[in-house]
């Protein structure tokens, strides 16, 4: 069983991982995977953060690539993964809330939001449109955002703009 942290960009990366379980435990977007099982088959999949398959046979190697350059987080092993840490507890309300104003520049991606455990959800405002995503996210391949947008997630958030202007956020904490 294995837990590592693999760099992956637009260039096909193979990596040396083997078992009948396999999971992308933390990535921006969809990671292109092509696993090799023993038999020689091969089989391809988009996976994203939180994603995972289970295979009948064992696989020997791994193959990805990202639309976008990141570090990602994959477990990979013969037993299933299971992750306590990552059941979600409903509740009525939030323990703390936090707000924040950024200012970005024209076409420069900025990160507004670290990585945060425990943040519930994040309203990001703005009065232009602006784009959103991971790091180093592009007007091309960022998801447009007309004027807000509100996310349920842990993970950093970077954005780009068009024009020059202030990002309002409110972060909500459990």
Do not use: C, H
């Not at 020997?60 to 840490?85: E, H, P």
């Not at 670290?114 to 998801?143: K, N």
């Amino acid at each position: 069983m294995s837990k590592k942290s693999i760099f992956v960009d637009s260039i096909s990366k193979t990596v040396a991982l083997s078992g009948l379980y396999f999971k992308v435990m933390q990535a921006s977007g969809e990671i292109a995977v092509e696993f090799m099982l023993e038999n020689g088959d091969l089989y391809e999949t988009g996976l994203s953060s939180g994603q995972g398959v289970r295979f009948d046979q064992k696989y020997k190697n791994v193959r990805m690539t990202s639309a976008i350059s990141q570090q990602i987080f994959v477990w990979s092993g013969l037993g299933q993964l299971t992750q306590d840490s990552q059941n979600t507890t409903t509740l009525a309300g939030s323990n703390s809330i936090a707000a924040s104003v950024v200012s970005v520049e024209v076409e420069t991606a900025k990160q507004i939001l670290p990585a945060q455990t425990g943040r519930r959800s994040a309203l990001i405002q703005a009065d232009e449109p602006f784009y959103i995503g991971g790091s180093g996210v592009t007007t091309a391949e960022g998801m447009p955002v007309d004027e807000s947008i509100t996310l349920e997630t842990q993970g950093e958030i970077w954005v780009i703009s068009e024009t020059a202007q202030d990002i309002r956020i409110l972060e909500e904490f459990n």
